[in-house]
């Protein structure tokens, strides 16, 4: 028992979301840790127990079954000893949008898009009424890359950090802090739908989340750790806000106007 909070991770149980329990364990925290792989999740937690001495449940569920979904909901809703939640379970499905099975792409946007939504929503309320937590979303750079050949998958990362920004800014007030984290390529088994020779340059794993952790320590509302010059980042953001300030106006644009 330890006095630091719980982390709930999900998708604890390979890659990202693995090295985050092992990183969050080494700091001394209890874990919940969710994935389907039982044997993965045994298998990490014995060695992470032997190695750290933190306390580890596994809650094995499929984040895409409705039932299972949300027994995490209320594990996260009525546990008050979890303090921090990751949200990291993701997915994709190979193909093209026209080649791709519309069910396994509804699935997709489950695992991706709603299970992040849910999780944060069933954490959040109990979170900003005790005024303090974490919640940590695993969205992509690829959230910026629509014309990048990944539709579904685009989409629901830019939903999750889309999601995360809104309630950083809505949530940050109350002592609750919400961080998106957006990855680049990195090594992990999710590149196994891509052809070797096809893959680009891949960041390791425990690169990536040791750096996303020093984003976290900084309280950061996106954290970026495969993008070196900030300032890329901070003129998007600022190209964006001189845009919507443009959008103020009750008379559509002059190149719009119906020619007579
Ligand atoms: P990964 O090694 O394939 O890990 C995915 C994790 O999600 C596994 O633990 C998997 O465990 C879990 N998962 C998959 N389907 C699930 C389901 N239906 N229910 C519950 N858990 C499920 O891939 P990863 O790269 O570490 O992915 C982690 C996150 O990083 C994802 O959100 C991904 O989109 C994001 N990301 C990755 C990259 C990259 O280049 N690797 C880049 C940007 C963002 P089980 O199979 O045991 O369920």
Do not use: C
Not at 154 to 169: D, E, N, R
Not at 247 to 259: D, E, L, N, Q, W
């Amino acid at each position: 028992m330890t006095s630091k909070p719980k982390v709930l991770i999900t998708g604890a149980s390979t890659g990202i979301g693995a090295v985050y329990a092992q990183r969050f364990a080494e700091r001394g925290h209890d874990l919940v840790l969710v994935a389907r792989s039982v044997d993965k999740l045994e298998a990490s937690a014995a060695r992470l127990r032997k190695e750290t001495g933190v306390s580890i449940e596994l809650l094995p569920a499929d984040l895409t079954d409705k039932a299972q979904l949300s027994s995490v909901e209320t594990r996260l809703r009525e546990d008050a000893s979890i303090g921090i939640l990751v949200n990291n379970a993701g997915g994709n499905v190979g193909g093209t949008f026209v080649t791709q099975d519309i069910a396994d792409l509804t699935k997709l946007v489950t695992l991706n898009a709603t299970s992040v939504l849910r999780l944060a929503h069933a954490v959040a309320p109990r979170f900003a009424e005790k005024g303090e937590g974490a919640i940590i979303n695993i969205s992509s750079v690829l959230a910026l890359a629509p014309e990048w050949a990944t539709s579904v998958y685009t989409a629901t990362k830019a939903f999750v950090l889309s999601l995360s920004q809104a309630l950083h800014g809505e949530l940050a007030p109350r002592g609750v802090y919400v961080q998106a984290v957006a990855p680049a390529a990195t090594r992990t088994d999710l590149w196994n739908l891509v052809e070797e020779d096809k893959r680009p340059p891949l960041m390791e794993v425990s690169e990536l989340v040791d750096a996303a952790l020093v984003g976290f320590d900084r309280r950061e509302a996106v954290t970026i750790p495969h993008l070196h010059d900030e300032a890329h980042w901070q003129a998007l953001e600022a190209a964006r806000k001189v845009l919507l300030q443009d959008t103020g106006h009750i008379t559509a644009a002059a190149r719009y106007a119906a020619s007579k």
